[in-house]
């Protein structure tokens, strides 16, 4: 079976909108590109397990997912209007974003939104030399 990708993510979004009724939008920044497909893959599955926590934990009407395309960085946001956090640290699905986003070489936060609600920011390096180097 093949690895989710970016391009999978309008379709994410779509099936989350259709079946838990939340309101869901999808924007994009700067020029995308192909990275590494770990890095495609960490990119996806911080949006789904980040729309998954907000369907089941947040309350939420409503979620905004961003990935913004920086010259040698992909920062994905995805923030919510739902309760916020009732702790900082996370389960299991939260520690493995942040683990994915490590071995990528990338980075995870996630806490609460600066208005409320939830945010989960991870970045990504999309040098695909950089992360050779990591591995």
Known sequence: MPQPDLAGLPALVRQVSESAGLQVELCVAGEPRAPAPDTEVA??????????????????SSARVELDWAEDELTVTVTDDGQGPAHSRGGHGLIGLRERAFACGGRAETGRGPDGGFRVVVRLPTNVDRQAALG
């Open 43 to 60: 990119a996806y599955r911080a949006v789904q397990e980040a729309l998954t926590n907000t369907v089941k934990h947040a309350y939420a």
